[in-house]
């Protein structure tokens, strides 16, 4: 025990400090116009710790116990006090920095007031904005970091909200599932008001910690580490940086207090904006950044020595199961849907596959997953993360391979759905071990930017990405064109008739494309483009249409042909009518497909296709009924076709085989 004298002049010490809390101003008002309050330091538990949400927020399977990124919950001390906006930045406050953004101002039809918060401002320009307040008060502003923004929003509170387990209506703008700005899905009163502090305020005084808009903050976003922390600042590097608080246009499950969201720090969309800390800066040291994924590990970077292809002799092999997540899974892998593939040959002779998962398509928890077959080896590894911006549906991947560089294009929406995707691509130069930092290559959330995955390169030298200029299951593919390398794209401006087209290069230079719907005739339609996707010409192709589940796969073949899969109903092949996965070539560019077959060994196995496609017979006569579909071909002349679960390996010779 203290001697007594030393207790004394403790507990004198302490009652000090909080004398002097006590007669610090709680609120002022700085240069700008902007109002702060005070937050004293203290200790709160961040994060949420899995216990059931309340009924009224376990509206879906993943939203039962908060998200996987939410935990584990951890006791974190914030040891000195910082000053912190009450409202979020507002457009006359922001546009005292940058009198351009005025400009901006009714984007999309949102935040066009002076007292509405600023939107359509970057990571970079809201830390550029508080940098330029320090220098015009001689004070230090900053963005929060995530353990701030939490600890301040909260205000003392345990639960989903600071108004409790439910929040008010006043707080709700437009919370729902949004297709905005899809033009076909759009609802008419998706365009709200983004006023500031017109809701009632936490006890500590902050407006809007829930809902509005959300906010950015300091800290690069990486997954929570366990144990006791003191001014944390997240991870040490990423791709994204972590944004709060939820916006309008999106589940109110998104609102809670522990929920967390993140953005690319270029990103600029109608749903982030921000509020500022005057404060020191950060004290706590960043967690390192996390180490490699299963499907990154261990990756040989030595080329791969192909044995000479038999051109020949028929090979065939499969269907293998390449999707290994197991069941029950939560998050980031998620046992409910995997759909939607990409695969790449890698020089060193792995293949690389690519996919999303989710609960569902339309939802904020869809992320990119992958998958590597080892050169040599014959069972494909379990998942494992790949590419997820955090509450951000991405949709949808695609992989390109030239010159020792593999390429990967995503979409990525604001919210959920693919209503409002931006284009990303990173690229890797070591067998797809590291990947550069994403980047935005076309930047306006839209539709017309959802990726296929039929990437190719034009004997021009051209990088052509096409992508879904619509939503549904009807309206087309345009196409994104880069004629330096991947560095700058531009929308060719034409319509493919179908979505997910297959698109490839003919001979004498013109574009052809097969999609779904659009249907010309009762079968599949054929778009040519001799002005690299301006203009389309369209007509019936002789194959039969496909529609939902179904996506084919189109590209030419190394030895020359061109070669298609896709999906059939009751076709003749032989003297057979024949349904499911076939696969056919052309050898005069796609004039004609003489070479037909059905993508089975008749060995009369029964699979699962996973996704849409659920169980189907191999038979002489039935194949896989569904699924997307992703081809590439290594240089040993075999064929690799992946479905949504399936991985089939074959060559030309056992496409053309004669059979009985």
């Not at 914030?78 to 922001?94: D, L």
């Not at 351009?100 to 990571?123: I, P, T």
């Not at 494909?380 to 790949?386: I, L, Q, R, Y």
Request: net charge neutral.
């Amino acid at each position: 025990m203290l001697p007594g004298e030393t207790i004394v002049k403790t507990w004198i010490l302490a009652a000090l400090i909080a004398l002097n809390a006590a007669a610090q101003p709680r609120e002022m008002t700085n240069s700008a116009g902007m109002k702060l309050v005070r937050i004293d330091a203290g200790q709160f538990t961040m994060g949420s710790d899995g216990s059931p949400l309340p009924a009224a927020l376990a509206t879906k399977p993943h939203f039962k116990n908060g998200d996987f990124d939410e935990q584990p919950a951890h006791q974190v001390r914030i040891s000195k006090p910082f000053w912190i906006g009450a409202y979020e930045v507002t457009n006359a406050q922001y546009e005292q920095f940058d009198p351009k953004h005025r400009e901006l101002r009714g984007k999309r039809g949102f935040s066009k007031n002076d007292d509405e918060a600023v939107v359509f401002v970057s990571w970079h320009e809201a830390v550029a904005f508080c940098q330029w307040l320090s220098r015009k008060e001689g004070k230090n502003y900053r963005l929060p970091t995530e353990a701030e923004w939490e600890y301040a929003a909260r205000a003392g509170t345990g639960g989903p909200y600071h108004t409790g387990e439910s929040l008010p209506a006043v707080f709700l703008k437009n919370q729902r599932t949004s297709w905005f700005p899809d033009p076909t899905r759009t609802k008419p009163d998706e365009v709200v008001p983004l006023t500031v502090g017109l809701t009632p305020p936490n006890a500590w005084g902050l407006y809007d910690v829930h809902g509005n808009v959300e906010e950015w903050t300091h800290d690069w976003y990486g997954p929570y580490q366990d144990g006791v922390q003191t001014d944390p600042v997240g991870r040490a590097g990423g791709d994204f940086r972590v944004a709060r608080g939820g916006s309008h246009g999106t589940d109110v499950y998104y609102l809670r207090s522990a929920n967390r969201s993140g953005a690319l720090p270029e990103d600029k969309s109608w749903v982030i904006g921000f509020r500022v800390v005057q404060a020191d800066p950060p004290r706590g040291k960043p967690l390192p950044v996390p180490g490699a994924e299963l499907h990154a590990r261990n990756v040989r970077q030595n080329a791969w020595k192909y044995p000479a292809p038999d051109l020949n002799k028929p090979f065939f092999k499969g269907p293998r199961e390449y999707v290994k997540i197991p069941p029950g899974s939560m998050g980031p892998l998620f046992s409910q849907h995997n759909h939607d593939p990409a695969l790449v040959e890698c020089p060193n002779g792995d293949l690389l596959a690519i996919w999303y998962t989710c609960v569902e398509e339309p939802g904020r928890e869809l992320g990119i997953v992958a998958s590597r077959l080892r050169a040599g080896t014959e069972e494909w590894e379990p998942a494992s993360p790949f590419w997820d911006a955090p509450d951000r549906n991405d949709h949808a991947p695609a992989l390109f391979y030239d010159k020792g560089t593999i390429f990967h294009f995503n979409g990525m929406s604001v919210a959920a759905t693919w209503g409002s995707l931006a284009m990303i691509l990173r690229t890797s130069t070591d067998n797809g071990r590291t990947w550069t930092k994403a980047r935005l290559i076309q930047p306006e959330h839209q539709t017309r930017n959802m990726p296929v995955e039929s990437v190719f390169q034009t004997k021009e030298g051209y990088l052509v990405v096409p992508a879904d200029a619509v939503t549904g299951g009807q309206g087309g593919t345009a196409i994104h064109i880069s004629r330096d390398e991947g560095r700058t794209w531009t929308d060719a401006g034409g319509t493919i008739a179908g979505i997910h087209a297959g698109v490839v290069q003919l001979k004498d230079g013109r574009l052809m494309a097969l999609g779904r719907g659009d249907n010309i005739d009762g079968r599949m339609p054929r778009s040519i483009s001799a002005d690299f996707g301006k203009t389309w010409e369209r007509s019936a192709s002789e194959f039969p249409p496909i529609s939902g589940g179904q996506r084919l796969a189109l590209t030419r073949l190394r030895e020359g042909p061109l070669f298609l899969a896709s999906f059939a109903k009751d076709m003749t092949i032989g003297n057979r009518k024949v349904n499911g996965l076939f696969v056919a070539l052309s050898f005069d560019d796609g004039q004609t497909w003489p070479v037909k077959r059905l993508m089975s060994d008749g060995s009369g196995r029964r699979m699962n296709g996973g996704a849409w496609t659920g169980e189907f017979a191999l038979s002489d006569d039935t194949a896989e009924p569904k699924g997307y579909l992703s081809v590439t071909q290594t240089p040993d002349g075999i064929i690799h076709l992946i479905s949504s679960r399936l991985h089939y390996a074959f060559n030309a010779a056992w496409i053309q085989e004669k059979r009985p």
